[in-house]
């Protein structure tokens, strides 16, 4: 006899076959017109990036390279959670690292300022620059014609910008061998966290405690309250970056999360920036 419990686990099974067959169509068709040479996973230590993982590993994808993107201004639990994560899956894993890029730049010229302009002069020195230095030395070597398919956690239900503009696949503007798939593309919030816990996907504590990876506080999409809930969770970060504040004020007169003179951020907003779209999301 089919119960009203069992007919629900047999539309949620029904429901989440039918979101793996539309993944797997995502990567079948952008493969047919890209012909990569390789597939990178991009993993975050949030929750989509958790499951596009996920899903890349259970269609089956061949995955030449897992990638962390670490600015080293966000929580560093969240880095080391992605460490001994996906180290272990993978022994093709590396950091995009910024190293001391955002500690070295914020002294010598201030924080980077709020909004989408300031996010873009971030976004270039903490996670694009170091992302290309990284995929060269660990893939290109200096050739052409190596096109990557880079697997990510864009969702279209993010945000209304994103149900209107997330494109299944977008080339990099700036390096057009870049193909950045979002393989939960059509995927609800609800859908993601219903399949990681189908599967028992490990979850970044820090994710579940803040409901974003925590990777990047640079400032410039974060507020006062994001900074004080993520202080007081993690105290050993807040005290650093109060630390840092207090030198960059005495330094140049403003402080984290302060609004910047705006000459420094014309022709900044419309940067292509596929490793910040949380950030941009909640910002919006």
Sequence with gaps: MTTPASRVTAEKSEGMERKLAESADIVRRAVAEFNPTHIVSMVSGGKDSAASDQIARELGLKIDLVV???T????????????DTYGHLSSDFIEADAGTAYEDYVLRKGFFGKGIGAHGFAYRVLKAQPFR??????????KRGVRILLLNGARQDESEN????LQEWRQDPASPGNIWTSLIHSWSQDERDEYLKSRGTP?????????????????TMQTKGDRAEASVLYPEWGNWLNGLEREVIEKHGFGWGAAF????????GDLFQPMCKDCVRRAA
Aim: net charge positive; charged share 25%; aromatic share 2%.
């Design 68 to 70: 962390h993107g670490n």
């Design 72 to 83: 080293r201004c966000g929580i560093p639990e969240t880095s080391q959670f992605v460490r």
């Design 133 to 142: 230095k990284a995929i060269s030395k660990a893939i290109r070597h200096g």
């Design 162 to 165: 994103r149900q209107k503009n």
């Design 203 to 219: 979850i970044n504590p820090v994710a579940q405690q803040l409901c974003r990876s925590g990777e990047c506080m640079c400032g």
């Design 261 to 268: 003179p705006r000459e420094r951020l014309t022709g900044q």
